[in-house]
């Protein structure tokens, strides 16, 4: 299919909100805005792939989440998700959110617009054991836990 197609939908990340700081570990909480700058309406669903960005420029996914199924042209929709932070470094980090990231929705050439980076960098850390602490505790086969010792 030649490049230059367009459609008549075009989704377009206006705003990432998340915490100023998360847990290595835990559960972060992203909410971000789409909107259909396009002139038809959005009858399905689509799915948006939500990433964590370093200071640095390094590339993490977060997860993805199955976003709004309707949204008319000119239309906005809040879509919003808990994700797991990964065992990653310590630091400033980005959330980018990249709207229709499997095309499921079909927009052609108009695919340019659709990643947001948020303005403000989340700080990650770690909880951290005190070795001169004695420790004890049980965790659970299923859980996901990070630990800095």
Do not use: H
């Amino acid at each position: 299919m030649p490049r230059d197609i367009t459609s008549d939908i075009d989704l377009v990340p206006l705003s990432v909100r998340t915490a100023s700081e998360a847990k290595i570990g835990e559960l972060l909480f992203v909410k971000w805005e789409v909107q259909n700058v396009g002139g038809a309406e959005v009858s399905t669903a689509w799915r948006d792939t939500i990433l964590l960005v370093s200071e640095s420029g390094r590339t993490v996914t977060l997860g993805e989440k199955v976003a709004g199924n309707q949204i008319a042209a000119g239309g906005t929709v809040f879509c919003s998700g808990y994700f797991v932070v990964p065992a990653i470094e310590e630091g400033s980090w980005y959330v980018k959110v990249n709207v229709n990231s499997y095309r499921d929705i079909f927009e052609g050439s108009l695919i340019q617009n659709n990643v947001l980076m948020g303005d403000r960098p989340i700080t990650l850390s770690l909880d951290a054991l005190d070795a001169n602490t004695t420790n004890r505790g049980v965790v659970d086969a299923n859980s996901l836990k990070v630990l800095k010792f």
